[in-house]
């Protein structure tokens, strides 16, 4: 049966890749890996029976390895995890199935009764597993576009940095009108990157949408599926999500679901098997640092602080508990842009991300009566949300 998780009481910019794990030469002692891409498949929603396991009313366990064409032997897998409706503002945290703690870290933060997404790269268990933590409760969807394996040099599969370039943006195409809803943008891999490019890290901000909608990424050519890499939810959205996604010797294509502006920037690239071996850019994945268990919060050893929550729905705490946040907070008085460049500034500005701060909240009952969700007139579209 369905699952929804109840409240319980890693965007991917060049700069961001490198903190995540992906290393140059001077490294190479370390244990690596390199990526495997794979074609969009949607591993878990709990708006459906399958997929995955109940752990806890707020954690659910979702086995990646073997699974949407990923190799059994996996180190980590790349992922798009989205929240839909949770019950408050709150987080998501994945983290290898295997540990006993829940990680102080999250990788997407949530709004009551909205759907988000973001991209997240996860190292997994030794049995090649993931578990979500739903601290705002409500659904959660978990797609792959593809994983890590080990390797101590490579050809295809090494992350190749390129400086921040915006490929498409339709304001700017002389188009007097956003996308229209349920239409299909293709856009040419950038220059410099080889035709036989494996993945692209993007970032896909959509600006000034007509309602609730989702953006998926496919490989140009391709066949969309039924995942999603991007989520929005009301008239004059500004949302954006970081993901790794596949392309294919002509590109990249997006779904836009509902009417808006795209934007589309790119900050590196997966090689292909023309590439030269190298262990340049190959991944180390790492265990994001142990804080808590429901039952007994502590301090980690890594010194971070713990905040104990309470594992029924209490009403919201004020002021909102003291735990970290992906993003500043209060939100800022005005519309505004974040750019994470490797140095000089650049020329323009990479999307915005509409962020928010979080507060405590559950898995919902699956059997619980849901929000009715706008779709686009492709009965695709109720799917992703």
């Given at each position: 049966m369905?699952?929804a998780?109840?409240?319980?009481?890693?965007?991917?910019?060049?700069?961001?890749?490198?903190?995540?794990?992906f290393?140059?030469?001077?490294?190479a002692?370390?244990?690596?890996?390199?990526f495997?891409?794979?074609?969009?498949?949607?591993?878990?929603?709990?708006?459906?029976?399958?997929?995955?396991?109940?752990?806890?009313?707020?954690?659910?366990?979702?086995?990646?390895?073997?699974?949407?064409?990923?190799?059994?032997?996996?180190?980590?897998?790349?992922?798009?995890?989205?929240?839909?409706?949770?019950?408050?503002?709150?987080?998501?945290?994945?983290?290898?199935?295997?540990?006993?703690l829940?990680?102080?870290?999250?990788?997407l933060?949530?709004?009551?009764?909205?759907?988000?997404?973001?991209?997240?790269?996860?190292?997994?268990?030794?049995?090649?597993?993931?578990?979500i933590?739903?601290?705002a409760?409500?659904?959660?969807?978990?797609?792959?576009?593809?994983?890590?394996?080990?390797?101590?040099?490579?050809?295809?599969?090494?992350m190749?940095?390129?400086?921040?370039?915006?490929?498409?943006?339709?304001?700017?195409?002389?188009?007097?009108?956003?996308?229209?809803?349920?239409?299909?943008?293709?856009?040419?891999?950038?220059?410099?990157?080889?035709?036989?490019?494996?993945?692209?890290?993007?970032?896909?901000?959509?600006?000034?949408?007509?309602?609730?909608?989702?953006?998926?990424?496919?490989?140009?050519?391709g066949?969309?599926?039924?995942?999603?890499?991007?989520?929005?939810?009301?008239?004059?959205?500004?949302?954006?999500?970081?993901?790794?996604?596949?392309?294919?010797?002509?590109?990249?294509?997006?779904?836009?679901?509902?009417?808006?502006?795209?934007?589309?920037?790119?900050?590196?690239?997966?090689?292909?098997?023309?590439?030269?071996?190298s262990?340049?850019?190959?991944?180390?994945?790492?265990?994001?640092?142990?804080?808590?268990?429901?039952?007994?919060?502590?301090?980690?050893?890594?010194?971070?602080?713990?905040?104990?929550?309470?594992?029924?729905?209490?009403?919201?705490?004020?002021?909102?508990?003291?735990?970290?946040?992906?993003?500043?907070?209060?939100?800022?008085?005005?519309?505004?842009?974040?750019?994470?460049?490797?140095?000089a500034?650049?020329?323009?500005?990479?999307?915005?991300?509409?962020?928010?701060?979080?507060?405590?909240?559950?898995?919902?009952?699956?059997?619980?009566?849901?929000?009715?969700?706008?779709?686009?007139?492709?009965?695709?579209?109720?799917?992703?949300?």
């Amino acid at each position: 049966m369905a699952a929804a998780l109840v409240a319980s009481s890693t965007g991917i910019a060049a700069t961001e890749l490198l903190a995540a794990g992906f290393v140059s030469p001077a490294h190479a002692d370390q244990a690596t890996s390199t990526f495997v891409a794979v074609s969009p498949c949607r591993l878990a929603d709990t708006r459906e029976p399958g997929g995955y396991t109940v752990i806890d009313p707020s954690t659910i366990e979702v086995q990646v390895s073997g699974r949407c064409g990923l190799p059994a032997s996996l180190t980590a897998a790349s992922f798009v995890v989205t929240a839909v409706d949770p019950v408050a503002a709150g987080y998501l945290t994945v983290y290898p199935a295997n540990l006993a703690l829940v990680p102080s870290t999250s990788n997407l933060n949530t709004h009551q009764g909205q759907a988000r997404a973001n991209g997240a790269i996860v190292q997994v268990s030794p049995a090649g597993a993931v578990r979500i933590f739903a601290q705002a409760g409500g659904d959660v969807l978990l797609d792959t576009a593809g994983g890590f394996v080990s390797a101590t040099a490579a050809t295809a599969g090494r992350m190749v940095p390129i400086t921040p370039l915006r490929l498409y943006d339709s304001r700017e195409m002389g188009a007097t009108t956003r996308v229209p809803a349920g239409d299909v943008v293709t856009v040419p891999l950038p220059a410099g990157v080889p035709s036989d490019a494996t993945a692209l890290a993007v970032n896909l901000t959509v600006v000034d949408a007509a309602r609730r909608g989702f953006v998926t990424a496919f490989p140009a050519s391709g066949v969309v599926g039924d995942t999603s890499n991007l989520n929005f939810d009301t008239i004059d959205t500004v949302r954006a999500a970081s993901s790794i996604v596949v392309v294919s010797p002509t590109g990249l294509s997006l779904l836009v679901s509902a009417e808006a502006h795209l934007v589309v920037d790119v900050t590196a690239h997966f090689t292909g098997d023309v590439a030269a071996p190298s262990t340049d850019g190959l991944f180390i994945p790492t265990v994001p640092p142990a804080c808590w268990t429901p039952a007994a919060p502590r301090r980690s050893a890594s010194g971070f602080r713990c905040i104990a929550m309470a594992r029924s729905i209490p009403p919201l705490p004020s002021p909102a508990p003291e735990r970290r946040s992906t993003s500043p907070s209060p939100p800022p008085a005005h519309r505004g842009t974040w750019s994470l460049t490797p140095g000089a500034p650049q020329s323009h500005q990479p999307p915005a991300s509409t962020r928010h701060g979080w507060a405590t909240s559950q898995l919902r009952s699956g059997s619980g009566p849901r929000p009715p969700r706008e779709c686009a007139s492709r009965s695709l579209a109720c799917r992703r949300t």
